[in-house]
């Protein structure tokens, strides 16, 4: 996906769809932000927000995934056998306490 695409598909697909008032919300993809694409939304009379930058420390589940790729990295599997097997153990790693802390360090209440 690149700009130019994306533009097309704006302008022939979507725009043709929207009307005054409806709202367009996407994510942060260098590919949607040329200022044609904004004029292509807006000139219907919607309106276009794009999502907050994601963030890793915002994410519980990034937490995990790093101790879940560490082990994995640490396992160091050459088979796909062994390799469902490190990733079976890797995540039986992650425990429930480590689970709502990790909630918890990312500002979520973990009950």
């Given at each position: 996906m690149n700009g130019t695409v994306f533009l097309a598909y704006v302008e022939q697909v979507l725009a043709p769809t929207l009307k005054p008032g409806?709202?367009?919300v996407m994510d942060n993809l260098p590919?949607?932000?040329p200022?044609?694409?904004r004029h292509a939304i807006e000139g219907t009379g919607a309106r276009?927000?794009?999502?907050?930058?994601?963030?890793?420390?915002f994410n519980p589940i990034e937490m995990a995934f790093s101790k879940i790729k560490a082990l994995l990295k640490k396992a160091a599997a050459r088979t796909v056998e062994d390799l469902w097997?490190?990733?079976?153990s890797a995540i039986d790693?992650?425990?429930p306490r480590e689970a709502r802390n990790?909630?918890?360090a990312t500002g979520y209440d973990p009950e």
């Open positions: 409806d709202i367009i590919a949607h932000k200022v044609a694409i276009l927000f794009f999502l907050t930058p994601y963030s890793l420390d097997a490190a990733t079976g790693a992650v425990t990790y909630f918890a």
